[in-house]
């Protein structure tokens, strides 16, 4: 269930519901941060400025526009985004890699008690290449349907239903 | 619609990824809102991504919090404002508010402004292209006047007076004719404009016997301000006569309306 009532309150700047929220949301936008980045510091510094964009704009969000959560994820890609851009992060990262959170889930050791930790690595395991891209594309880095069309060079129809198929591998495991 | 076609056509992923244009999202939304099968599956789906997301997060970032909470208490938002940055709040926004609405005002001006613009070189493309076209005219009437004047000088061309007859005994027609081009130019400026419904038709002329032939029409009388009509003459002709025909032309000249009628010299 999406928090509703929570963000109504958020809206209204209570604290207790921000606190809230953020124990919610926080990790799993921590993830995507770090998926884009690979920098555990860059990302410490803008999950911080998410939230404190969410907090000062939060009465932008409308249910009827979308969900809370893809709310969040759009300021969080943009902030990461803007953040490879900056002169600073990309004198530090002279080779950004082509890695993406197939790289971070492989090579993690440590999961939050949240996560179903053995479960994710198989779902990793059992991806198909494609799938990692899509969702990696789409997910991750924000892309629309017609920018990962032309990034993969794949129809766009193929695109909706292609990733439509990658994430049911993924509630699988996780129901199971 | 079919909720089941809907759902595994994918476009629900789709919206939680917010990879969908604002309006298809608001569409998603409403069918959300209405279907409660839609919004257990998008639930689902948001569930799975947060799971993936969090499955790529460094750490579980709770202590960050604190580092937030500072943040936003030193900045503004949590901690009650004081009188003064109140104030100064009030001031900004009452300049920002200001500022967008000289902003909007100029540009509307500036609409107003390319608006009235482009009415004017509306204008000044239909003036000019009237005047391109009366340039056109005058550049064609020049040409066709020198056109005439080098055949009326050229020493090729015959010139054969045609004399006014019976039924107008104050016409006169002037043919030169290049025999190099089998070309015939008619000057019927002292023909006069021919009635309603008929036409003037020049004949060359076989004299013995007679035997006439159809060099063509002069048509669109009235408009051919030079009154110089070029034909084609193939002939051998002897002789040029111009009758009155009705409209179109007739197979035979009507010789009780002959107008004018010449002989050529060399041949007379």
């Known amino acids: ?176 | 619609m079919d909720i089941q076609e809907y759902i595994e056509s994918g476009i629900l992923e789709l919206y939680v990824y917010g990879a969908l244009t604002s309006k298809e999202s608001k569409e998603v939304s409403t069918v959300l809102k209405q279907y409660p099968e839609v919004e257990k599956e998008v639930e689902q789906i948001e569930a799975a991504l947060q799971n993936l997301a969090t499955a790529a997060a460094p750490y579980n970032p709770e202590e960050i919090l604190a580092a937030i909470r500072a943040k936003l208490q030193s900045n503004n938002g949590v901690v009650k404002l004081n009188p003064a940055s109140q104030k100064r709040t009030r001031l900004l926004s009452f300049i920002s508010i200001a500022a967008s609405v000289i902003f909007l005002v100029g540009i509307f001006v500036l609409l107003n402004r390319t608006n009235t613009l482009r009415k004017e070189l509306q204008v000044v493309e239909i003036e000019n292209t009237k005047l391109e076209s009366k340039l056109q005219y005058s550049e064609d009437a020049l040409t066709e006047t020198k056109e005439i004047l080098a055949v009326i000088r050229d020493p090729q061309v015959t010139k054969v007076p045609l004399a006014g007859q019976q039924v107008a005994p104050e016409a006169y027609v002037n043919v030169f004719w290049d025999k190099e081009s089998n070309k015939a130019y008619i000057d019927a400026m002292g023909l006069p404009e021919p009635p309603e419904g008929f036409v003037y038709q020049v004949w060359s002329l076989k004299l013995d016997p007679l035997t006439p032939t159809s060099m063509g029409l002069l048509d669109d009388f009235v408009n051919n301000t030079n009154k110089v009509f070029a034909l084609e003459n193939p002939n051998d002709s002897q002789a040029f006569g111009i009758t009155l025909e009705p409209a179109g032309g007739s197979e035979t000249p009507t010789m009780e309306q002959l107008y004018t009628l010449g002989v050529v010299a060399n041949n007379a």
């Open chain 1, 1 to 176: 269930m999406q928090p509703d009532e929570l963000i109504l309150r958020l809206q209204q700047k209570d604290e207790k519901a921000f606190e809230r929220l953020y124990s919610l949301y926080s990790e799993s936008i921590f993830g995507v941060i770090n998926s884009v980045l690979h920098d555990v510091e860059a990302s410490e510094e803008v999950l911080q400025d998410v939230f404190i964009k969410v907090w000062d704009n939060c009465e932008s969000y409308s249910s009827k526009k979308g969900r809370f959560f893809t709310w969040l994820l759009n300021i969080a890609r943009n902030a990461a985004i803007d953040k490879t851009r900056s002169k600073a992060f990309k004198n530090q990262k002279k080779n950004l890699t082509q890695e993406y959170f197939v790289d971070i889930l492989e090579n993690k050791s440590s999961f939050s008690s949240k996560v179903d930790a053995i479960g994710i690595k198989k779902y990793i395991k059992a991806l198909g290449e494609d799938c990692k891209k899509v969702i990696n594309l789409l997910f991750f880095k924000g892309y629309t349907q017609k920018e990962a069309s032309e990034e993969l060079d794949m129809p766009l129809g193929t695109i909706k239903t292609r990733n439509r198929l990658c994430i049911n591998k993924l509630r699988a495991i996780l129901v199971n």
